[in-house]
């Protein structure tokens, strides 16, 4: 099944809903960056919560969100836009925790490989200014601090649920994610009851991993009041080139260019989101230098 996000308006259009598949885009980030399992379900839970978010913003737009924290992971980025796309960089892959006591005991340990931090999100609106707000994490969990997120920094109530399942050889088993968006006009009534819908709701890994399409999550979600506004398909997509780089390289002072032509007689770029290789060639590496130049 190819991942994609239904956005939805569900009781009496007071409460929108996204909900989002996100396997194939988690698997693939997990063999892009080699992450460890529980380095993968907190990525994978970032690169979900930030598709759907991408798909709340205008076509030309893109947000960039990133978590820094002082766990063993201690960073992560993701760039998200509203065609779906995205693509991201985790500081510590190599993260592998587990609860060793309670009720969670030997489920993976997202809250303590984040730890505490923040929440950034940096929003290009295509004008001239970026615009950054930022939270402080809950727990770590990244569901609860989006949830936190949106009630501070956009004065939206929401409620965001996502998981990852990880499969013994490491693959990814099951990912996806749903953002509750109420509005304005919701009635407290509608505010109590899918406060106990979400209480009965099995974690949306799970369901992804019985086979539940995000059709079926969203009728659970909406009690079958839902209304589909739009389905887009999502992936991991990295957008970069060599013509890209070679625009980064002439951005490069004198001296670090010089020293490229000719000690190095070459460059090689790897791109940070897919792992990529460009090579620039002495000849190529010239031509860049003598074009900054003419720029002056
Ligand atoms: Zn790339």
Redesign the pocket.
Known sequence: MKDYALIAYAYDKSVRIYVATTTNLVEEARQIHNTWPTATAAFGRFLTASAMMGLMYKKGERITLKIKSDGPISSMLVEANPEGEV?GEINNPEVYLKYENGPKKGKLNVGDAVGSGFLYVTKDLNMKEYFTSSSALQTGEIGDDFTYYFALSEQSPSSVGLGVLVNVDMSVLASGGYILQLMPNVSEDIISHLESVIAKLPPISTLINDGKTPEEILALLSDQTHQILDKKDLSYT???SKEGFARSLSALDEETMHDLIHEDEGAEII??????KYHFTKPELEIINKSRKKRG
């Open positions: 693509r990295c957008r970069c791109c940070h989101f897919c792992h990529k």
